[in-house]
């Protein structure tokens, strides 16, 4: 079962807006990591973020967590369309702090 | 930067016949993982190692599929017989340490015909 739900699931938007994509998760975790997938590859690990932390940048991203709401937003700012991909969030929630992954967003970047 | 390598990248083969899939984590990674992800959904964990040790293979259907990493370094994952259902994408991710970041490699697309 799925413990991560990311909304929306899909989202396209121009060049240079901001993308703001968010996950909700079922249970308590101890850190709640984000992933993009560019199409037909590999999974890239953008940011971890621990359960004690609030927020955490890089680069152009900016993840917030609420753990009272058991939930997390990844900010990409002034997108490119390199951007264009799917986002994952996976969160430590297996019985042996295995992650549990949603079904992704799947971000398009119109030039 | 070291990264996780995997063969093949693509294989296509017919029903009831073995596949196996090879994994080589990068160096000085204790746990290596197996997923499983299906077109539009995200990675299904089948196996996790620690170092040689099994740690979980709950989601491994164990009836036809099956993984080693017999020095703790590089990993097989065997099916056999293939199904039509096992199509996906099979990931192999690696990490020095459980609930750390994990590092996968590129992926084998599996084709069953």
């Known amino acids: 079962s799925q413990q991560g739900e990311e909304d929306p699931q899909a989202l396209s938007i121009q060049e240079g807006e901001n993308a703001t994509m968010n996950c909700s998760y079922k249970?308590?975790?101890?850190?709640l990591q984000w992933y993009r997938q560019n199409s037909g590859r590999g999974l890239v690990h953008l940011i971890l973020?621990?359960?004690n932390e609030r927020e955490k940048h890089s680069g152009r991203l900016r993840v917030t967590l609420d753990t009272s709401k058991k939930s997390s937003s990844l900010l990409i700012t002034a997108s490119r369309a390199a951007d264009t991909a799917s986002y994952f969030c996976?969160?430590?929630?297996?019985?042996?702090?295995?992650?549990?992954w949603g079904a992704g967003t799947k971000l398009i970047i119109k030039p | 930067e070291a990264e996780v390598a995997q063969s093949p990248r693509y294989k296509i083969t017919e029903k009831s016949q073995a596949v196996a899939f090879w994994c080589d984590p990068i160096?000085?990674?204790?746990?290596l993982y197996w997923y499983r992800q299906i077109l539009g959904q995200g990675p299904e964990l089948l196996v996790q190692?620690?170092?040689?040790?099994?740690?979980?293979d709950s989601q491994l259907p164990k009836d036809r599929f099956s993984a080693e990493r017999l020095k703790g370094v590089d990993s097989t994952l065997k099916i056999q017989p293939a199904e039509l259902g096992d199509s996906a994408m099979y990931l192999c991710?690696?990490?020095?340490?459980?609930?750390?970041?994990?590092?996968f490699g590129p992926g084998t697309r599996l084709l069953v015909l």
């Open positions: 249970t308590s975790i101890n850190n």
């Open positions: 973020i621990r359960s």
């Open positions: 160096s000085g990674h204790a746990t």
């Open positions: 991710a690696s990490s020095l340490e459980s609930q750390e970041t994990q590092y």
């Open positions: 190692f620690q170092d040689e040790s099994v740690v979980d």
């Open positions: 996976a969160t430590d929630a297996g019985s042996n702090y295995q992650l549990i």
